[in-house]
């Protein structure tokens, strides 16, 4: 059974840094994609960025490039999103996933249909 574990969100003043972390269980890098989404208050879920089975691809969202960075540690079966010039925007709830290989297109990278794992979250909140 896979299981995703978020955290590292928090509270933060606009400029500042956090890292979120996703620990993931019952499943290898190898097989999955693996992604970061956000969702804010009375908006619909968007796609922040996705790293490929063993970090071959990375995608980011206009939004956030140059500011978040995607990685992964296969050892520690952890997915890492680092979060440098935080905005007020980027407030949200931040949401780990998985996405199988198998049922990958490369053209749904941020189509949250392409997951079929989840994690339960964490809150990121950008003070200004």
């Known amino acids: 059974q896979v299981q995703l574990v978020e955290s590292g969100g928090g509270s933060v003043q606009a400029g500042g840094s956090l890292k979120l972390s996703c620990t993931a269980s019952g499943l290898t890098f190898d097989d999955y994609a693996m992604g970061w989404f956000r969702q804010a208050p009375g908006k619909e879920r968007e796609g922040v960025s996705c790293i490929t089975w063993r970090g071959g691809t990375t995608y980011y969202a206009d939004s956030v490039k140059g500011r978040f960075t995607i990685s992964q540690d296969n050892a520690k079966n952890t997915v890492y999103l680092q979060m440098n010039s935080l905005k007020p925007e980027d407030t949200a709830m931040y949401y780990c996933?998985?996405?199988?290989?198998?049922?990958?297109?490369?053209?749904?990278?941020?189509?949250?249909?392409?997951?079929?794992?989840w994690g339960q979250g964490t809150q990121v909140t950008v003070s200004s």
């Open positions: 996933a998985a996405a199988p290989r198998a049922s990958w297109y490369w053209s749904l990278h941020f189509s949250a249909s392409s997951y079929n794992n």
